[in-house]
């Protein structure tokens, strides 16, 4: 596996169930970051890990509960979500967060439906 | 005021010809890089090309440029030679130097290449 992976590419749920997303990268970076794309609408930073340290929360409600036991993985615990948290949920990876010159590289996402 | 403003919505292109997306940026921030993103229907945000605020010369990656106009705020991505796997969001994003970890992105491109 090369870049960043994520997995499930596609995930359906219902608002009582309780499920993860998963990120990996094979970059060597140092940080790592949760993102949220919805129609029409920027992408929305969600949550920043530096060396395994969460330096971001962007208010995001407690339903979305982010763990990084690496700076390889991240995960995104989702538990009691609602219909309009239905997006695409994009994972990255960088160097080091806070440079400048600092490039993110993307995993591929996952699709995420709330009935 | 946005960050990051993109006002094409969608835009075509015949193959073979050159394309200009546009898109400019707010800050007062002296120090911050500026990057361009493509994303195909699979999701993946693929980066492209990155021009920082102090570098004198525009950025060139292959096909892709950008033509970066300090003083107009504006950094436009600009694709020769268009080719059909081309089509696809275009991102432009920006990093300020002094926050960190903050990206701010744009609505986005549409763009098609028409064969």
């Not at chain 1, 009691?80 to 440079?99: I, R």
């Amino acid at each position: 596996e090369t870049g960043v992976t994520q997995t499930p590419r596609h995930l359906v749920m219902g608002m009582t169930n309780k499920k993860s997303l998963k990120c990996e990268q094979h970059l060597g970076h140092n940080a790592m970051y949760w993102y949220k794309q919805s129609a029409k609408k920027p992408l929305e930073l969600m949550f920043v890990y530096n060396f395994k340290e969460q330096t971001e929360n962007n208010s995001v409600p407690s339903r979305f509960s982010p763990e990084c036991p690496n700076s390889s993985h991240l995960f995104l615990h989702l538990h009691t979500l609602q219909p309009e948290d239905s997006a695409l949920y994009l994972c990255a990876s960088s160097v080091l967060a806070g440079e400048q010159t600092d490039t993110q590289y993307f995993g591929p996402g996952t699709r995420l439906t709330v009935l | 005021a946005q960050k990051i403003t993109q006002t094409q919505p969608g835009m075509f292109v015949q193959e073979k010809e050159a394309v200009t997306l546009d898109c400019t940026y707010d800050t007062s921030d002296p120090s911050y890089g500026l990057f361009w993103y493509k994303q195909p229907s699979s999701g993946e945000m693929i980066f492209l090309i990155y021009q920082g605020s102090y570098d004198q010369q525009n950025a060139t990656e292959g096909r892709y440029s950008l033509n970066f106009q300090k003083a107009r705020k504006s950094a436009n991505l600009v694709i020769s030679a268009s080719q059909l796997g081309d089509s696809a969001m275009y991102f432009c994003a920006m990093r300020e130097g002094g926050t960190g970890n903050q990206f701010y992105f744009g609505t986005g491109t549409s763009l098609t290449v028409i064969p």
